[in-house]
């Protein structure tokens, strides 16, 4: 099962992240939420939850 671990603001850091993710290892989708506000959701699988939050959050924080 897939869970949010992160809502974007624009395409182009939803982009971003999942590359990042990515090189680190994760499965990781893009959704777009709402195209009018612009909003994308990072999912990730659920089992990966916690190691893909401390990864975020040192990407997030750079």
């Not at 603001?9 to 959704?31: H, M, N, S």
């Amino acid at each position: 099962m897939w869970t949010v671990i992160y809502i974007a603001p624009t395409a182009k850091i939803a982009d971003r992240l999942k590359e990042k993710l990515t090189e680190e290892g994760f499965l990781v989708q893009v959704r777009a939420i709402s195209l009018t506000k612009n909003q994308y959701e990072i999912l990730v699988p659920e089992g990966e939850l916690e190691e893909v939050q401390e990864v975020l959050n040192s990407i997030l924080h750079r």
